[in-house]
């Protein structure tokens, strides 16, 4: 069984400080692990994925994450937020062979002017 | 690539109505899934399709919930006599299945609310 836990369901931070999302996850596999945003009445869209590769993720919009075997973490980060980060950001878990996304809660991100 | 397309976005049903929604992947992708996103709750998994064979349901898949892809292109999901609990975001997900753990792209959504 696979799950994600997302700490803060609701994050707030000044434009141009550093974000900081976070995320554990729990999976008796190696795991696969995605962050996804979603803006209001919006699908979701990949920021980044680690697959296995690099423990180091760049993603799109300047987001990147480190895979953390031994703190079974995944946080995403970014050096300076923009006004237009304000979204939900849904992290996720899956493992080669069986390819259905396990998500978390999800973080609430808002962006102070 | 016109991604993926859901139809309707928006549904308003009476309670005990039958809804059918439709979803179109992005050309040549062979896995298509289900996902059911309720208010403040992340997405949850329904089903996923590789070409036209059903190869998982979810728990929360009740026997009012079918989902087809007929010819391995477009897929539906159909809830019959609908309630209230049934009122949340219906996704779906393409993702080609040529590589290890190729990325699902999701659509737009269709919301339903029921009364």
């Given at each position: 069984a696979q799950s994600v836990t997302q700490l803060g369901s609701h994050v707030s931070v000044s434009e141009g400080a550093l974000v900081?999302?976070?995320?554990?996850?729990?999976?008796?596999?190696?795991?696969?692990l995605f962050w996804y945003v979603q803006y209001p009445n919006q699908g979701l869209q990949l920021l980044l994925k680690y697959t296995s590769a690099a423990t180091l993720v760049k993603g799109i919009n300047g987001f990147e994450a480190e895979f953390?075997?031994?703190?079974?973490?995944?946080?995403?980060?970014?050096p300076s937020a923009h006004m237009s980060?304000?979204?939900?950001?849904?992290?996720?878990?899956?493992?080669?062979?069986n390819e259905k996304l396990t998500?978390?809660?999800?973080?609430?991100?808002?962006?102070?002017? | 690539d016109t991604g993926v397309s859901q139809d309707p976005r928006h549904k308003i049903t009476k309670r005990g109505q039958?809804?059918?929604?439709?979803?179109?992947?992005?050309?040549?992708?062979?896995?298509?899934?289900?996902?059911r996103q309720?208010?403040?709750?992340?997405?949850?998994?329904?089903?996923?399709?590789?070409?036209?064979?059903?190869?998982?349901?979810?728990?929360?898949?009740?026997d009012r919930f079918s989902a087809e892809r007929p010819k391995g292109s477009f897929s539906t999901l159909e809830i019959q006599r609908t309630e209230q609990g049934d009122s949340a975001m219906y996704l779906c997900a393409s993702s080609s299945r040529h590589h290890r753990q190729e990325t699902q792209y999701f659509g737009p959504g269709t919301r339903l609310l029921v009364l």
């Open positions: 900081l999302l976070r995320c554990n996850y729990s999976s008796s596999v190696p795991p696969y953390k075997k031994s703190e079974t973490s995944f946080h995403l980060t970014k980060d304000a979204a939900e950001y849904f992290c996720a878990v899956s493992h080669f062979g998500f978390g809660t999800g973080t609430r991100l808002t962006i102070i002017p | 039958n809804v059918t929604f439709r979803c179109d992947p992005i050309s040549e992708h062979n896995r298509l899934y289900w996902y309720t208010l403040g709750q992340g997405p949850e998994f329904l089903t996923y399709f590789q070409n036209e064979a059903q190869l998982e349901k979810s728990r929360l898949l009740s």
